[in-house]
């Protein structure tokens, strides 16, 4: 999923401070699994900001409502009819939503709450950790499964650094060392053969060659 | 006449190579670089100069490095991947020939949340090893990454670092393999203390093979107090000082304990001699240059081979 932390309320009230008529829009997917900006999130957050604007005696209306994804027009457009009453829509959905949304309201305002941060999993309760980069070309398979680009603080392909001990990764001890992973993966599996030969240099421009990337599927247009 | 790496002639000619370290200064000043490299010059065969180490800015190695050449002495570049894309280092391999400097050294690169530069964006676009390789592939095939030729190869002699002390223990001589493939001709190590564990790494080394593909350098730094044992012991990553070390430094007194890291230095070069398979020392004394004459001689490897 996409993981997102909300933003410190200081910075969402001075996005906010110069609209009288808001609407809390949250998204029912990754930020929502992720507890930052599902139902739940969204009514926080205008409680918060209800209760902040009564305190600083604000003349200010605060509406919520939650999309299913906010990245899907289908689902976007169900604020096609509420749009027009409100000054400004505070969106709890990730980067894309965000965007995704102020693509079709063109002339409305729309500022993020929350700070996208990665795609991760859920790791325990409370804890997500980051294991994609979503780089373009899945190498997983060389790997035993754990990503050198992600979770190894170099983006090594070719084995660990000179600072790992005791399993840890030095630039954080609270995270295994990737490579540690990796080769003791392989060598139950029997596969350490998988790391003898160079990995050649990755292919960046299947993350960033170009710009943003796109995925066009002609099976799927019609 | 093109001249060749002195740091290779030694090597091939069977001599016991000793090599150094030079830290480039946190400003523009050449001086302290000549006068680093007029203090090592005749007692080693050839300087490294090391790239903006632990992600602290300093002046660059590739600057350091011609000041170096200029003054006769035969540097070795450290490079490291963290700060420039392949489109950059290439090119400065390509520049760094071009002024003579017959040496280089492919390395990662500490961190860069470790310097004084932490939000900056660590770059890893290729790794050290893939630098080994592409440089092999631009000496000796004449190309860059993606196959297009160079006018001219760059002349270098491709060295890369080792770590026998860091985890996991029996994957780190697969890895130097990795790196023998790779096309590195020459090694130095991480700093040996721990001598147990360096020689079941040579074990390694040697049943592998790899003693005879490529020149291993064993890596020295002389403490200079019992404290600074402690410290490297505890906070810095892949490094492993035994406890019996730490003990031999608090045993002397204060004023005593630089001179008895020396003594531990000198040691250790000399057991390292006597290793199948090590063809010679690299000192860094971090600043502190000035202590490898004392070591260079009291090892009875001084004078330095003319090659």
């Known amino acids: 999923m996409i993981t997102a932390e909300r933003k410190p309320i200081s910075e969402i009230k001075e996005m906010i401070a110069p609209y009288k008529k808001i609407l809390v829009v949250g998204c029912g997917s990754c930020v929502a699994e992720c507890a930052s900006g599902g139902e739940k999130e969204v009514g926080l957050l205008a409680s918060a900001l209800r209760m902040d604007s009564k305190a600083s005696g604000k003349d200010v209306e605060i509406k919520e409502m939650t999309l299913d994804r906010q990245c899907v027009y289908e689902f976007i457009d169900q604020l096609t009819d509420v749009v027009d009453q409100y000054d400004v829509i505070l969106s709890l959905g990730c980067g894309a939503g965000v965007q995704a949304v102020a693509e079709v309201f063109p002339k409305v305002h729309i500022v993020p709450a929350l700070n996208t941060t990665f795609i991760g999993q859920t790791k325990e309760a409370g804890l997500w950790i980051e294991n994609c980069r979503g780089c373009g070309d899945c190498k997983l398979g060389f790997f035993a499964a754990v990503c050198p680009v992600t979770r190894c603080a170099k983006g090594l392909f070719n084995g660990p650094c000179g600072g790992s001990k005791t399993d840890r990764c030095e630039v954080d001890p609270d995270v295994p060392c990737a490579w540690q992973l990796i080769v003791s993966r392989l060598e139950d599996m029997g596969r350490l053969d998988l790391l003898c030969k160079v990995h050649p240099p990755a292919d960046w421009s299947k993350q960033q060659g170009k710009g943003p990337r796109k995925i066009y599927r002609e099976d799927q247009r019609s | 006449m093109m001249t060749e790496s002195r740091l290779k002639k030694v090597l091939q000619s069977g001599n016991f190579a000793v090599t150094a370290e030079c830290g480039p200064p946190k400003g523009a000043d050449p001086e302290v670089i000549k006068s680093k490299g007029k203090i090592l010059k005749d007692y080693v065969d050839s300087v490294n100069v090391t790239d903006n180490q632990t992600g602290v800015v300093r002046l660059c190695s590739l600057a350091a490095c011609a000041l170096l050449k200029a003054e006769g002495l035969d540097p070795?570049?450290?490079?490291?991947?963290?700060?420039?894309?392949?489109?950059?280092?290439?090119?400065?391999?390509?520049?760094?020939?071009?002024?003579?400097?017959?040496?280089?050294?492919?390395?990662?690169?500490?961190?860069?949340?470790?310097?004084?530069?932490?939000?900056?964006?660590?770059?890893?676009?290729?790794?050290?090893?893939?630098?080994?390789?592409?440089?092999?592939?631009?000496?000796?095939?004449?190309?860059?990454?993606?196959?297009?030729?160079?006018?001219?190869?760059?002349?270098?002699?491709i060295g890369a670092a080792a770590n026998p002390f860091a985890d996991p223990f029996k994957y780190r001589a697969a890895r130097l393999a990795t790196k023998v493939d790779a096309g590195a001709e020459f090694i130095q190590t991480q700093c040996i203390y721990n001598l147990d564990r360096f020689k079941q790494w040579m074990d390694l080394v040697r049943d592998s093979g790899l003693d005879s593909k490529v020149y291993i350098l064993g890596g020295i730094t002389p403490l200079k107090s019992a404290r600074m044992a402690e410290?490297?012991?505890?906070?810095?990553?892949?490094?492993?000082?035994?406890?019996?070390?730490?003990?031999?430094?608090?045993?002397?007194?204060?004023?005593?304990?630089?001179?008895?890291?020396?003594?531990?230095?000198?040691?250790?070069?000399?057991?390292?001699?006597?290793?199948?398979?090590?063809?010679?020392?690299?000192?860094?004394?971090?600043?502190?240059?000035?202590?490898?004459?004392?070591?260079?001689?009291?090892?009875k490897l001084f004078p330095r081979p003319q090659v």
């Open chain 2, 76 to 157: 070795v570049l450290q490079m490291v991947t963290r700060d420039r894309n392949r489109i950059a280092l290439q090119s400065d391999v390509l520049g760094a020939s071009a002024l003579g400097i017959r040496n280089i050294l492919c390395l990662s690169g500490d961190h860069q949340s470790f310097g004084n530069q932490p939000q900056a964006k660590g770059v890893f676009d290729i790794d050290s090893i893939q630098f080994v390789q592409t440089v092999r592939t631009m000496r000796d095939a004449g190309e860059v990454i993606g196959g297009d030729k160079l006018t001219e190869p760059p002349h270098l002699f």
């Open chain 2, 231 to 299: 410290y490297m012991a505890k906070n810095v990553a892949g490094m492993d000082v035994p406890e019996e070390i730490i003990n031999r430094m608090k045993s002397v007194p204060a004023k005593e304990q630089r001179q008895e890291g020396v003594k531990i230095a000198v040691e250790t070069v000399q057991a390292l001699q006597a290793i199948k398979g090590v063809h010679g020392v690299h000192i860094m004394a971090i600043e502190w240059e000035d202590v490898v004459q004392q070591i260079v001689q009291e090892a």
